[in-house]
């Protein structure tokens, strides 16, 4: 099992930044895949950043060029960079780890973006 706790939330103004923290209880070396995901109000959830199993790392088209997923190996953390935030980037992000077979997810942290 993995616990994981997201960290950085909170209400931004568009075009500005947050950057978002999730904290793994185990090593993250023994995490198969581990990123971000949302979902905002009636919609499913998506895919944002996640590192992969073969160490690739994926975007949604929607984030590209605006979003940075990055790790801390020693710290078991995994971090999300939002620079230039827009209305739509509104959502619960939640990190997500893999081990296989399972996936974990932390509760989740409020993004809003809003004038």
């Known amino acids: 099992q993995v616990q994981l706790v997201e960290s950085g939330g909170g209400l931004v103004q568009p075009g500005g930044s947050l950057r978002l923290a999730c904290a793994a209880s185990?090593?993250?070396?023994?995490?198969?895949?581990m990123g971000w995901y949302r979902q905002a109000p009636g919609k499913e959830r998506e895919l944002v950043a996640l590192?992969?199993?073969?160490?690739?790392?994926n975007y949604a088209d929607s984030v590209k060029g605006r979003f940075t997923i990055s790790r801390d190996w020693a710290k078991n953390m995994v971090y999300l960079q939002m620079n230039s935030l827009k209305p739509e980037d509104t959502a619960v992000y939640y990190c997500?780890?893999?081990?296989?077979?399972?996936?974990?997810w932390g509760q989740g942290t409020q993004v809003t973006v809003s004038s």
């Open positions: 185990r090593s993250i070396f023994s995490i198969n895949a």
């Open positions: 590192f992969t199993t073969g160490g690739n790392i």
């Open positions: 997500c780890a893999r081990v296989s077979p399972y996936d974990y």
